[in-house]
Every structure is written in C-alpha cells, then in structure tokens.
C-alpha cells in the first residue's frame, strides 16, 4: 500500500520559513517524480515544485521561484519543501505527490497523493 504521509506544517509569521516533509511507503521511491502542490478553500490545486527522480532537475511556480526549494533524499525515501520568506497568499494545504513520469507540473501528471498539511502565514 502506497503512503505518502507530509509534515511540517504550521502557523508562521510573514517573513518566516518552514520546512515540510513528505515520507513515502510501498513504493520504489527513486522511480518517481515528486511534486508539492497546494490548495485553499473554493480553489482549485494549485502546482507549487516538481523534482526529478535522481534530483537534478526541478521546476518552480513562478509564485514560488526564489522563495522555495524543494529536494529529496531517495536513501530516506523522502521529498523536501524549504519555504522561505513566506506570504499569506502562501496559505494552504500543502500536499505531496508522486508521479511515475520524471518530472510533471500539473496534476494530471500524479498517480498517488499524500493527506496534506496546512500552513498557516500570518501577516
């Protein structure tokens, strides 16, 4: 069974970081391309990071670019989202995606989700 559990979310100050965590289970990590994306309320998923199975290559929102980063460590059998320099319009869910292409950039693209977490940015 394929899991893929995120953590690391919470309220934070405009300006702050944070670092999310996502930890996948049942499935051969490095054969997937990995993805955040994130959702608020009435809105639909929205793409945030995409990362490359071996990690060397990534793509970024524009919303995001510059501000967040996102890696993995396939001994872990774990994908990462540095936040930095956060904005309210960075609250939402934040979820984690895995996709059995290298690299894709828009939902259609992911076959397993994990439950999300919510980050909260205070201004």
């Known amino acids: 069974q394929v899991q893929l559990v995120e953590s690391g979310g919470g309220l934070v100050q405009a300006g702050g970081s944070l670092r999310l965590s996502c930890a996948a289970s049942g499935l051969s990590f490095s054969n997937y391309g990995m993805g955040w994306f994130r959702q608020v309320p009435g809105k639909e998923r929205e793409f945030v990071a995409a990362?490359?199975?071996?990690?060397?290559?990534?793509s970024y929102a524009d919303s995001v670019k510059g501000r967040f980063t996102i890696s993995r460590d396939n001994a872990k059998n774990t994908v990462y989202l540095q936040m930095n320099s956060l904005k309210p319009e960075d609250t939402a869910v934040y979820y984690c995606?895995?996709?059995?292409?290298?690299?894709?950039?828009?939902?259609?693209?992911?076959?397993?989700w994990g439950q999300g977490t919510q980050v909260i940015v205070s201004s």
């Open positions: 990362i490359n199975r071996n990690g060397s290559s990534t």
């Open positions: 995606a895995a996709a059995v292409r290298n690299i894709a950039t828009t939902s259609a693209g992911y076959f397993y």
